[in-house]
C-alpha cells in the first residue's frame, strides 16, 4: 500500500511569488490533514478535510493560503503571495473516517518551503 | 509548557542503553501518540495509547500514559545508532475537534555507536 505522498519535497521561491503543494492520501483515507512547522517550532494544525469538504481550518495562518481538494482525492495548498515567515515544512497527512477512538494519522515526508 | 511538551529536548546516548522521553500536556484526550522523524524525513507513526490505556508495547519500545498527571512516556530500550531522530508526542482531542493533533517541540535523540 502506498503512503502519503507530497510533491515537491523542496520549494525554494521568492517573497511574493506563488507556490502551490500537492498531497495526495492514502487510497481509501477520507481524512486529510495540513500541518506546518516553522523552524524552531512546533508542528502545527492549519486545516482538516473531510472527502472534499473542509472540517476545520482554523489553524490556517491567513488569507494567503488557499487549500483543495476537488473530488476528495488530492489536495492542494496554495501560498499567495508567498512572505519570508512562510517557510517552513509542511505536512499533509491522512487516516480512516472513524468514530469514538480516532483513527491514526499517517504523515507524507513534507514539502520543504524557502522563501527568500 | 506547551500541549504536548516533551522532555527533555535532547538526549544523547550509547548503543544498548534504554531512552525514556517525556510529554507533558495539558487539556483531556482522546488518545496520545509518539511519532519519529529521521532528519530531513517524514514523521513515522509509532505507537497510539488511548485516554483508556496505562501501558502499551510495540517491540523495543514502551508507552505509558497518565492522565490523572496528564503526561506519557516512551521507552525505546536497547537503543540502535539508527534509532537517532526526533520524537514528537501528539495529543489528540477526539471527535470534538476533528482529532486534529497537537505537537510538543520534540526530543533529539542521539545514539552513539
Known amino acids: 500500500e502506498a503512503g502519503v505522498t507530497q510533491f515537491p519535497s523542496h520549494s525554494v521561491i521568492e517573497k511574493g511569488q506563488t507556490v502551490t503543494l500537492r498531497c495526495d492520501p492514502i487510497?481509501?483515507?477520507?481524512?486529510l490533514y495540513w500541518y506546518r512547522r516553522v523552524m524552531g517550532k512546533e508542528i502545527k494544525f492549519l486545516l482538516h478535510f473531510v472527502k472534499e469538504s473542509k472540517q476545520d481550518e482554523s489553524g490556517m495562518p491567513n488569507n494567503r493560503f488557499l487549500a483543495e481538494r476537488t473530488g476528495g482525492t488530492y489536495s492542494t495548498l496554495k501560498v499567495q503571495p508567498a512572505e519570508l515567515e512562510d517557510s517552513g515544512v509542511y505536512f499533509c497527512a491522512s487516516s480512516q473516517i472513524g468514530t469514538g477512538w480516532a483513527k491514526t494519522q499517517y504523515f507524507g515526508p513534507g514539502t520543504r518551503l524557502l522563501v527568500l | 509548557s506547551q500541549q504536548g511538551e516533551e522532555d527533555p529536548q535532547a538526549l544523547s546516548i550509547q548503543e544498548g542503553e534504554n531512552a525514556t522521553m517525556n510529554c507533558s500536556y495539558k487539556t483531556s484526550i482522546n488518545n496520545l501518540q509518539w511519532y519519529r522523524q529521521n532528519s530531513g524525513r517524514g514523521l513515522v507513526h509509532l505507537i497510539l495509547?488511548?485516554?483508556?490505556?496505562r501501558e502499551k508495547h510495540s517491540g523495543r519500545l514502551r508507552v505509558t500514559l497518565d492522565t490523572s498527571k496528564k503526561s506519557s512516556s516512551l521507552l525505546i530500550t536497547a537503543s540502535r545508532a539508527a534509532d537517532t531522530a526526533s520524537y514528537f508526542c501528539a495529543t489528540d482531542p477526539g471527535p470534538g475537534s476533528n482529532y486534529k493533533l497537537t505537537f510538543g517541540k520534540g526530543t533529539l535523540l542521539t545514539v552513539n555507536p
Open positions: 487510497s481509501g483515507h477520507d481524512n
Open positions: 495509547i488511548r485516554s483508556n490505556e
